[in-house]
């Protein structure tokens, strides 16, 4: 190993590029939105500091807290689907053969589809008038007329785009747990077998506890996914009926562009993204404490 200011100098060139990257498209980002949160600033018109007149702005917005509210519904409802989905299926398709590995693949395609072509995949699924899915309920007899999924009822709109995203983003958790399980010691579970430990034993007392860091990894990246939602909503229901369906990004979308409201659209990025550094913080506890 090599010591003395040469061995440093390497190390520093090593890391350079990565903290360049964070530098320029994190650390910078951030500072100068929570500059532009402190002004009140439009397209139209130079910035004029405010101070925190955004920030007590938003304790009154009630269209924000229903979105806010909304978004952290639908991220409760959705992340078990997906975690629980994602690793039920990486059981099922862990070992290497030949039809595990193509139901592996077949899984996780949709991944590498990009949101906003998936969103319009689903969009045309559920429409109305030539939708594959009203179709196929017409020709099952379950229903009489087309049903209206996207933009008429909440529940209905979000059933549709609940879907879509299981459909899109399990492949990605399956992938990661599959990868986490086969990385469990094979004598481990020999030993737990040789020992009378029933299927469902060595999964919860051994697989489990043992892939514990990647299930709480991938339920911060799939928590912070959803709190960030906005192309299938904005490309399904833009937010209707009556902006039940609008997510918090969405409404910031709303304010920071269309009504040019930069400043506050800044505030209301701030507070998203404090609590997805709140969440970011649970989630590295909780490894921890795994670790203990």
């Known amino acids: ?147 209206l999924w996207l933009g008429v009822d909440a529940g209905l709109s979000n059933a549709a785009i609940s879907a879509s995203v299981v459909w899109k983003v399990i492949g990605f958790g399956m992938i990661l747990f599959v990868a986490a399980i086969q990385a469990v010691p094979a004598d481990v579970v020999e030993a737990a077998l040789v020992d009378g430990a029933s299927h469902r034993q060595r999964v919860t007392r051994v697989i489990l506890p043992l892939t514990l860091r990647t299930v709480l990894l991938v339920t911060l990246v799939s928590v912070i996914g959803s709190l960030l939602a906005f192309d299938q909503f904005y490309i399904m229901t833009a937010g209707q009926p009556g902006n039940e369906t609008a997510t918090s990004v969405f409404y910031i979308y709303l304010n920071s562009f269309p009504y040019l409201k930069l400043g506050y659209g800044a505030a209301l990025s701030m507070i998203l993204a404090l609590t997805i550094l709140i969440g970011t913080v649970i989630q590295l506890l909780l490894t921890r404490r795994s670790h203990q």
């Open 1 to 147: 190993m090599r010591h003395g200011p040469r061995g440093r100098l390497a190390g520093l060139a090593y890391v350079a590029p990565a903290l360049l990257f964070v530098l320029v498209f994190t650390a910078y980002p951030l500072v100068r939105m929570a500059w532009m949160s402190l002004h009140d600033w439009s397209l139209l018109s130079p910035p004029r500091f405010v101070g925190p007149a955004n920030y007590e702005r938003v304790f009154s917005d009630t269209q924000f807290w229903v979105s806010f509210r909304f978004t952290l519904l639908y991220t409760a409802l959705i992340t078990p689907v997906l975690i629980v989905g994602g690793y039920l299926l990486a059981l099922l398709t862990v070992r290497n053969t030949a039809l595990r590995r193509l139901t592996r693949t077949v899984v996780f395609i949709p991944v590498v589809i990009g949101l906003g072509v998936s969103s319009l995949l689903w969009y045309w699924l559920f429409s109305a008038d030539f939708g594959l899915v009203n179709r196929a309920l017409a020709d099952l007899g379950l229903v009489d007329e087309p049903v």
